[in-house]
C-alpha cells in the first residue's frame, strides 16, 4: 500500500467515529479498529521490502520554493515506530471500547485518537522535515484534545494546558532548529541531511541548531527539566496514558534524537548535553517514581525515567547505546503499555488509583495480577523478561561511558537509577496485588471483562517470548538500528543473550534488585523523610512562570491596546500623517498633469450638504438616533456622487448597504440609550479633534494631490479594461474584476463574511442561554409605545412590493456580468425584500416560512463558489480559471453562459445568508416574555373575523 | 426662436435648481427638527430629491445606466424610512 494512504487513513478515518457515534459504542470502535487496522495491514504490505533493507519511498511536490514537498519514507525506523504506533493503537482501542463509560462521547474520544494516530505516524514517515514539523505540532494539538477529554476535570483541562504549552514551546524551538539545519544542509529532505553529517557538525550553526531541535525533543520526552508535564498529563483517561504517554507521543521526541543521530551525535556536545539531561531524568524520574501514592504518576515518572534511560543511550554516541535505546523502546512500550492498561484497570473496578488504599488485590483480580506482576517484574530488569535485557545493555553502556571525566559517575547514577527503578516496581506490586485483601476498597473489585484484559495481556505476552528468547528480536532490533545508524557507525555484533558471564553489568544489576529490595524494606522511614522534605513543585512554578509572562504581557500589552478605539485611531492617524508628511517632503514632487474641471452649481450644493452632513455629526453625535439619520444624508449624498462619476454599481451597492447598515444600527439602538454619554475629559477631546483634523486635512490634501496626477505610469485598471471581454467574457470591468481577476480575493471575502455572519449569531446564542436571557426577556421599553405592531399598510404595501424586489434583484444578477450588478447588490437587494417582511409581519410569522436556514445558506454559497473553483481543475486549469459560452434557447435572445456566473452565485447566497443571519440574530435579542411571536402577519385583519379589540395590544398593556 | 436642445438645456438647469433647492431646504429641516418625525421626513424628501437628481444626471449626460440606480433607490429607500419610523413608534423594529 502506498505509503500516503497508511499516513491519510487514520485522517479520513477521523471522520468516521463521529457519524458512528449513534450508530452505539460497539460500531464507534469498530470503525476506529477498522480504520487502523487497515493502516496496519497496508503498512506490513511494506514489511518485505523494509526487511530487505530497502527505503520505501513517495512523494510529490507541496510547496516546492519553499522546500516543503510531501515526501514520505519508509526505513526501518520508521517502519519500527510506525508499528508500534499502529500496533498498540489496535489495543488500545479495543481497550478503549470497554473502558470508556456511557457517559463519555466515544465518537470525540475516537475522533482524536486516530487524529493523534495519523500525525504519529506521519512524524515517522515524514522524509521533509518540514513537513514533519508540520505532524508534530499536530500531536501536540491532538495530544492536547486527548488529555483534556474529560473536559469537567479541571486538572484535565489544566494538564491538557501545560502539555501543551511545553510541547508547543518546545515544537517552536525545534521549528527554528529545522530551519538552521535545513540552511547548512541545503535541503530540507532528510534523505539529504543524513549525508552531511561533515558539513552540518562543521557549520558554526550547529551548536544552535542542535540545542533548539533537542528543545522540541527534550519537552516531547518530558526530559529534565521539561519533564514535569507528564505527570500531570495523566489526567487523561487511561487509555490516552498508555497510548499517548507510554508508548508514541513521548517517544516521538527519541525518535527524532534517533532520526538525526547520523548528522548530530558523536560531538562533544551532544554528549554532554543528551547524555547529562538522559541521567538526571532517569535518576530524578526513578526517584519520584517511587514516593508517589498514585499509581498513574508512579508509572508517569517511572516514564520519565525511562525516557531518560533511552535519552542516555542515544547520548553516548556509540553504536552499542544506539543499539540497546532501539531494543529498550520496544521492551518498554510493552510492558509500560501494559502497566498503564492494569492500572486503569485496577482504577476502573476499585474506583481508587490510591496506593495506600489499595492492597491485596492478587486473591481478587487474579489475571490483572498476572499481567502487572510481569510487566512490572521486567520493568524492574528481572531476568527472563525483556526488560531485563535491554536494562544490561544499557549497564554495560554506562560502565564504559564516562562524562565530566569522572568515570565512575555514569555507571554509579545509572545503577542508582535501575535502584529505584526496581524499588518503586517492587512497591507497585507489593502495595497493590501483595498483602492482606482489604474491606474498605470504593468498590468491589473483580477482574474486568476479556475486552479490557487481553489487549495488556498480548503486550505480556511479548515482553516474555522477547524475554525468554531474545534472538526471535535481535535480526529486527538490529535492522532497526542499522537505519537508525544510517552510514555513520556498523551495527554492533554483539548477540542478544541472557547469560552474559560475569560482566559488571551483571554485578550493577543485582546490585540494583538487592538494592530496591531493601529500599522496600525500609520503605516507610524513607517515605516519611521524603514527606518531610522541602522540594520544589514543579506545577506552582509553572504556574508562577506563565503568570509572570502574562503579567509581561499585559504590561507591553495594555497600554497599547486599552480598549478605547480613540486611542488605536490617533496612534493610527499621527503616524501615517508623520510617515506621509516624511515622504512629501523628502521625496520628489512631480508637476500636475491634469488641470482641475470646473465645478457646476448642483455638485458644488451636493458637495456643501455633505460637508454640512459631516460637522452636523461631529455636533451632534451624542444623539444617537440623529446621527444614525444624518450618517443617512451622507450615504445618500455619496451614492448620488457615485452616479455623478459614472460609477452606478457603486451608488447601487452603497444605496443597500446603506439601508442594511441603517436596520442594523436601528436593531442595536434599541438595546442603548438615546445619548451618548461624555466619558471623556475636555483634554482628551482636544487631543482627539486635533488629530482628527489634522487627520482630515491630509487625507484631502492627499486626494486633491493624486487627482492632479496619474498615481502610477501604467495603472492596472488598463489592464483590466483590455482583458475584461477578451479574458473574462464580460463587459463589466467591476464584476468581471470581481469575480474572475480577483475572483480567488472574493472567495476570501465570502467566507469572512459568512464567519462574522456566524460569530454574530454564535455571540447572540451564548448571551440567549446566558445569564442575560431573563434581562433581555423582561426588559421594559424605555418610552411609551404606538399600538400596531404590524399596521396593516405595511404589510400589504411590503408583500406586494416582494415579488418586484425580488425580479430586481434576479435581473441585476444575472445581468451582472456584462452591465453594472452583480452576486453582492442582488444578494443585498434579495436580502432587504427579505427583511421588509420581518419588519412588516413579524419575526414569528416570518421565521415559520423561512424554509431553508440562513447558516445553509452561508455555507451553500461557500461551497458553490468553492466548488466553481475547484471546477477548473478537471480541465486541467489552475484554480478558478473561467470559462464561458454563448447560448440559445428560443424564443430568447443569444446570452452568455460563464462560470464566473456560478461564482457570482455563490458570492449572492453568502451574501443573503450573511446579512440575513447577523439581522435576524439581532432581532431574536429583542424577544420578549410577554410579548409572544403571533402568528398573523397583520394585528387587524378584517378577513380573520376576530373581533379587533381582543387582538390589538393596547399601549397601556405594552407597559409605559 | 430657440431650438429643442436649448430649451432642454434651459429645463434641465430649471430642474437641477429646482430638486437642488429643495435638496437643501430638505437638509435645513432635517437639521431644525424640532423632532425626530420631522427629521426622518426630511430625510425621506431627501431620498426623493436624489432619485430626481440621479434622472437628471443620466438625462443630462445621455446614458441610462443611472436609471438603475435610481430605481434601486426609489423602491428600497422606503425601506430604511419605515424603520426609522418603526424605531420611533415601537423602539424595535422587527419584532
Known amino acids: 500500500m502506498s505509503l500516503f494512504i497508511i499516513v491519510a487513513l487514520p485522517f479520513l478515518g477521523a471522520l468516521l467515529p463521529g457519524l458512528m457515534n449513534t450508530a452505539g459504542r460497539a460500531a464507534c470502535a469498530g470503525v476506529t479498529f477498522t480504520v487502523t487496522a487497515a493502516a496496519l495491514i497496508g503498512l506490513l504490505t511494506n514489511a518485505p521490502a523494509v526487511l530487505s533493507g530497502q527505503v520505501v519511498t513517495a512523494g510529490f511536490e507541496w510547496l516546492p520554493l519553499l522546500g516543503l514537498n510531501v515526501t514520505l519514507m519508509l526505513d ?49 514517515l515524514s522524509d521533509n522535515i518540514l513537513l514533519l514539523l508540520v505532524f508534530w ?25 501545560m502539555a501543551l504549552t511545553v510541547t508547543g514551546m518546545g515544537g517552536l524551538a525545534m521549528i527554528g532548529g529545522m530551519l538552521m539545519l535545513g540552511q547548512i544542509a541545503g535541503s530540507y529532505d532528510l534523505s539529504v541531511i543524513l549525508q552531511n553529517r561533515e558539513a552540518i557538525q562543521e557549520s558554526p550553526l550547529y551548536l544552535p541548531a542542535l540545542i533548539l531541535i533537542l528543545l522540541g525533543c527534550f519537552t516531547k520526552s518530558a526530559q529534565f527539566p521539561f519533564h514535569f508535564w507528564l505527570p500531570h498529563a495523566m489526567a487523561a483517561p487511561t487509555p490516552v496514558s498508555a497510548y499517548l504517554h507510554s508508548a508514541t507521543m513521548v517517544k516521538a521526541g527519541i525518535f527524532l534524537m534517533a532520526r538525526m543521530w547520523p548528522v548530530l551525535s558523536g560531538t562533544p556536545e551532544w554528549f554532554v548535553i543528551v547524555t547529562t539531561a538522559g541521567l538526571v531524568t532517569m535518576v530524578l524520574g526513578a526517584v519520584i517514581a517511587l514516593f508517589k501514592h498514585d499509581l498513574k504518576a508512579l508509572l508517569a515518572f517511572s516514564t520519565v525515567s525511562h525516557l531518560g534511560l533511552i535519552t542516555m543511550l542515544l547520548g553516548t554516541g556509540t553504536a552499542f547505546g544506539a543499539m540497546a535505546a532501539v531494543f529498550h523502546i520496544l521492551n518498554h512500550a510493552t510492558f509500560k503499555a501494559a502497566l498503564f492498561m492494569s492500572a486503569g484497570i485496577v482504577d476502573h473496578e476499585a474506583h481508587t488509583r490510591d496506593i495506600r488504599r489499595l492492597g491485596g488485590l492478587r486473591r481478587l483480580m487474579p489475571v490483572t495480577f498476572v499481567i502487572a506482576t510481569l510487566a512490572a517484574l521486567s520493568m524492574a530488569g528481572i531476568p527472563l523478561l525483556n526488560g531485563f535485557l535491554s536494562k544490561e545493555m544499557m549497564l554495560e553502556e554506562a560502565w564504559r561511558t564516562e562524562l565530566y571525566g569522572a568515570p565512575w559517575l555514569v555507571p554509579a547514577l545509572a545503577t542508582l537509577g535501575s535502584l529505584f527503578s526496581a524499588a518503586y516496581c517492587f512497591r507497585l506490586i507489593g502495595h497493590t496485588f501483595l498483602g492482606p485483601v482489604r474491606d474498605d476498597y470504593p468498590a468491589r473489585p473483580h477482574d474486568p471483562g476479556a475486552g479490557m484484559w487481553l489487549p495488556p495481556a498480548i503486550l505480556v505476552v511479548m515482553v516474555v517470548v522477547i524475554g525468554i528468547a531474545p534472538f526471535l528480536a535481535e535480526p529486527f532490533v538490529k535492522l532497526v538500528t542499522a537505519s537508525v545508524l544510517g552510514e555513520a557507525a556498523e551495527v ?12 559488571p553489568a551483571l554485578y550493577m544489576s543485582i546490585a540494583a534488585v538487592v538494592g530496591g529490595l531493601i529500599v522496600m524494606a525500609i520503605f516507610a522511614p524513607m517515605l516519611r523523610l521524603w514527606d518531610a522534605a522541602p522540594r520544589p513543585e514543579a506545577k506552582a512554578i509553572f504556574d508562577r512562570l506563565i503568570a509572570a509572562v502574562v503579567r509581561l504581557a499585559e504590561r507591553i500589552a495594555l497600554p497599547l491596546h486599552n480598549g478605547a478605539f480613540t486611542r488605536y485611531g490617533a496612534v493610527f492617524a499621527v503616524t501615517v500623517f508623520v510617515v506621509g508628511y516624511y515622504a512629501w517632503s523628502t521625496g520628489t514632487v512631480g508637476p500636475a498633469t491634469r488641470a482641475p474641471q470646473p465645478a457646476d452649481p448642483v455638485a458644488i450644493a451636493g458637495w456643501l450638504m455633505l460637508v454640512a452632513a459631516t460637522l452636523g455629526m461631529v455636533f451632534l453625535h451624542r444623539n444617537r438616533l440623529l446621527s444614525l439619520i444624518l450618517i443617512g444624508i451622507v450615504g445618500l449624498m455619496v451614492s448620488v456622487g457615485f452616479v455623478f462619476f459614472s460609477a452606478p454599481d457603486l451608488a447601487m451597492t452603497q444605496i443597500t448597504v446603506e439601508v442594511v447598515t441603517i436596520i442594523l444600527l436601528l436593531l442595536a439602538l434599541n438595546f442603548l440609550p438615546n445619548r451618548t454619554p ?41 489592464f483590466h479594461l483590455a482583458n475584461s471581454y477578451k479574458g473574462g467574457g464580460g463587459t463589466n470591468v467591476v464584476n468581471v474584476i470581481l469575480v474572475d481577476f480577483r475572483g480567488f480575493d472574493t472567495f476570501g471575502e465570502i467566507i469572512v463574511l459568512g464567519i462574522a455572519a456566524l460569530l454574530i449569531y454564535a455571540l447572540t446564542e451564548a448571551l440567549l442561554n446566558g445569564p442575560v436571557r431573563a434581562r433581555l426577556l423582561n426588559r421594559l421599553p424605555d418610552q411609551p409605545r404606538a399600538g400596531d405592531m404590524h399596521p396593516m399598510m405595511m404589510v400589504i404595501l411590503t408583500r406586494v412590493t416582494m415579488p418586484v424586489v425580488l425580479m430586481v434583484g434576479f435581473f441585476i444578477f444575472l445581468r451582472g456580468h456584462n452591465e453594472p450588478g452583480g452576486g453582492f447588490i442582488a444578494g443585498l437587494v434579495v436580502s432587504i425584500a427579505v427583511v421588509m417582511q420581518y419588519m412588516a409581519s413579524g419575526f414569528g410569522w416570518a421565521s415559520a416560512r423561512l424554509r431553508y436556514p440562513y447558516h445553509g445558506i452561508i455555507g451553500t454559497g461557500v461551497l458553490i463558489a468553492g466548488l466553481t473553483g475547484i471546477g477548473s481543475w478537471f480541465v486541467g486549469k489552475p484554480f478558478m480559471t473561467t470559462d464561458f459560452t454563448y447560448v440559445r434557447i428560443p424564443p430568447f435572445n443569444e446570452f452568455e453562459l460563464a462560470t464566473a456566473m456560478l461564482f457570482d452565485l455563490g458570492v449572492f447566497l453568502t451574501v443573503v445568508g450573511a446579512v440575513m443571519l447577523s439581522l435576524e440574530s439581532f432581532s431574536r435579542l429583542a424577544r420578549r416574555a410577554h410579548m409572544p411571536d403571533v402568528e398573523h402577519p397583520m394585528d387587524i385583519d378584517p378577513s380573520r373575523g376576530d373581533p379587533p379589540v381582543a387582538s390589538v395590544p393596547t399601549p397601556a398593556k405594552e407597559g409605559v | 426662436m430657440m431650438n429643442a436642445t436649448a430649451l432642454h438645456d434651459i429645463a434641465l438647469i430649471v430642474a437641477f435648481v429646482a430638486i437642488g433647492i429643495a435638496q437643501i431646504m430638505a437638509m435645513i429641516r432635517l437639521v431644525i427638527g424640532p423632532d425626530t418625525g420631522d427629521r426622518i421626513l426630511a430625510l425621506d424628501t431627501m431620498v426623493v430629491n436624489a432619485i430626481g437628481l440621479i434622472v437628471l444626471l443620466g438625462i443630462a449626460q445621455g446614458t441610462q445606466v443611472f436609471f438603475e440606480a435610481a430605481l434601486i433607490i426609489a423602491m428600497l429607500g422606503f425601506v430604511s424610512t419605515v424603520a426609522y419610523a418603526r424605531f420611533v413608534l415601537r423602539g424595535d423594529i422587527i419584532e
Open chain 1, 76 to 124: 526501518g525506523l520508521g517502519f519500527f515506530f510506525a508499528c508500534l504506533i499502529l500496533g498498540i493503537g489496535l489495543l488500545i482501542i479495543t481497550y478503549a471500547r470497554f473502558y470508556l463509560s456511557r457517559d463519555d462521547n466515544m465518537g470525540e474520544f475516537f475522533t482524536y485518537l486516530l487524529l493523534f494516530q495519523g500525525a504519529m505516524v506521519g512524524i515517522v
Open chain 1, 137 to 161: 505540532e499536530l500531536t501536540s494539538l491532538s495530544s492536547f484534545l486527548l488529555i483534556g477529554y474529560w473536559k469537567h476535570l479541571p486538572e484535565g483541562r489544566q494538564g491538557a494546558r
Open chain 1, 492 to 503: 554492533p555484533k554483539a548477540y542478544f543473550k541472557i547469560w552474559h558471564g560475569l560482566v
Open chain 1, 678 to 718: 461624555i466619558e471623556s475629559t475636555v483634554l482628551h477631546r482636544t487631543r482627539d479633534a486635533v488629530v482628527s483634523v489634522a487627520g482630515g486635512l491630509a487625507a484631502t490634501a492627499l486626494a486633491y494631490h493624486y487627482l492632479l496626477r496619474d498615481a502610477v505610469v501604467t495603472p492596472i485598471s488598463e
